[in-house]
């Protein structure tokens, strides 16, 4: 079985994916990967199209997606310590010029040199409150680097350390399709800013934040808003007071597991397929619907499943389950809980006696909660090694090129958000950010099932 399995003996120390997968593919460990080039540098990947390895490696990748250039020899032929010496020895140069932000599903190697460590929310306001460094180096993936420029000073640079970090559930909501769904409800609901005797319009549109600035540009412009896994419910219930429908995009899971949370039931909850007319649906349904879900979905969360749940249940009395709400429906039924990473940390953290958790978000993140809490058991829902394809993109040899190339005076990889995008998808952000749940203080989303 895994080392980061239902069965995992004993509890892993060391909070490195990578050392886990390199064990494996050196058959020093009887655990599985989900591809064994994942113990491979990413450069291998940068030339090719695709996601590369790990969960999102079946995705159909946009034609344009961007591309990372060749990374210097020097960075791909060093080792994990030298690395590491190079990227203290440039962030100490650069002093406060420099912020690095570390989404939590990034590896142990890049985590350690990050100055922010938090989900993508956490990390746009670190971005937000640092208005003096001249550069914000975002490792995660681009539309999480995209929001940090919006958010940031218009002479401050964002750098995504690997512009082949992308992902691959917000690449699923395109803005060419999303205009022409638009269109397509245009022609059943009629004008989409006409308010009936309600004061509501037509359709309101929610995007999650893993979606393009593109997409937010998109929702800004049309009245709506953005919203994370930890204020879905707040956002849908600001759209609701302004609109008889919702258009949420691009993660059906998200949405189907917050409206069905706030009692939307699921026959008002069609699915968009871009790639049909009416997206697959007819007028009566989409005349009825509450919240149409685009098909859009995250790789890592499709991963689990009711029966890792079963058998974690079976082999561990007393087992605390808690999965992210990208999952699918069924999955957060059958768990204890599903909330946000930043949810999921904080229950780990908040829980006072010694506690079995399974867990059902990105592995990196989940071995590295148990790795900081030794005091509970901890393991991943997925008994295969798989992280997210694009966040392992980015490896410490990038870091360490965008950061020397800042103290060589270059940057390297900077992320701008066209102004014409940017001014509607600051909006949709504002307007978010604004957004108050109806009771605080209960600001995050959360489902005890
Ligand atoms: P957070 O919004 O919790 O950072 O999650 C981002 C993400 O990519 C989840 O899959
Ligand atoms: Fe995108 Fe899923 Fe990876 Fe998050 S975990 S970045 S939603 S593919």
């Known amino acids: 079985m895994s080392a980061i399995g239902i069965t995992l003996q004993p509890r892993p120390t060391d909070a490195s994916v990578d050392h886990a997968i390199q064990a494996i593919v050196a058959g020093a460990s009887s655990a599985e990967t989900c591809n064994t080039d994942l113990a491979s540098g990413p450069w291998d990947f940068d030339s090719r199209p695709g996601y590369g390895p790990g969960s999102s490696m079946g995705d159909v990748i946009p034609t344009g997606s961007p591309r990372q250039g060749e990374l210097p020899q020097e960075y791909r032929d060093a080792s994990e310590a030298e690395l590491a010496a190079r990227i203290v020895a440039a962030k100490a140069t650069l002093g406060d010029r420099v912020v690095v932000l570390g989404h939590f599903y990034q590896r142990e190697e890049v985590i350690l040199h990050a100055d922010y460590v938090g989900d993508s929310f956490q990390l746009a306001n670190a971005a937000l409150e640092h208005p003096d460094a001249e550069a914000i180096v975002f490792c995660g993936v681009h539309f999480m680097a995209e929001t940090a420029d919006l958010l940031s000073q218009p002479e401050q640079s964002v ?28 022609d059943v609901y009629g004008d989409m800013d006409a308010t009936d005797a309600d004061g509501l319009v037509p359709v309101v549109p929610v995007t999650y934040m893993n979606s393009s600035a593109a997409i937010k540009g998109f929702v800004g412009r049309h009245g709506g808003i953005v919203c994370t ?21 691009p993660d059906q899971h998200l949405g189907r597991n917050t409206a069905k949370a706030m009692g ?37 969360h499709r991963r689990f499943s009711v029966e890792q749940i079963e058998r974690a249940r079976v082999e561990h009395s007393g087992v605390r389950v808690i999965v992210h709400p990208e999952c699918p429906m069924e999955v957060v039924d059958a768990a204890d809980e599903s909330g946000s990473t930043d949810y999921i940390r904080r229950a780990i953290e908040g829980a006072t006696e010694p506690t079995t958790f399974a867990i059902g978000t990105e592995v990196n993140l989940v071995q590295r909660l148990a790795a900081d809490n030794p005091q509970h058991e901890i393991f991943c829902l997925d008994p295969v090694v798989c992280p997210c394809s694009t966040m392992y993109r980015i490896h410490p040899g990038y870091l360490a090129w965008v950061l020397e190339g800042l103290v060589a005076g270059e940057v390297r990889n900077r992320i701008t958000v066209p102004a014409d995008v940017a001014d509607p998808a600051r909006l949709a952000l504002e307007r978010m950010l604004a957004a108050k749940p109806p009771a605080a203080p209960a600001a995050d989303w959360e489902n005890a099932s």
């Not at 397929?273 to 149409?292: E, F, H, Y």
């Open 159 to 186: 750098i995504l350390p690997n512009l082949a970090a992308g992902c691959s559930m917000a690449d699923m909501a395109d803005i060419d399709q999303v205009e022409e769904c638009w269109e397509q409800l245009a």
């Open 229 to 249: 896994s930890s204020n879905a419910r707040t956002v849908l219930e600001w759209a609701f007071e302004r609109g008889r429908r919702v258009l949420f995009f």
């Open 264 to 300: 939307v039931p699921l026959e008002q909850m069609p699915m968009w397929n871009p790639r049909k007319p009416l997206g697959g649906s007819d007028a009566q349904t989409l005349d009825d619907a509450r919240v149409i879900l685009w098909h859009g979905f995250c790789s890592v």
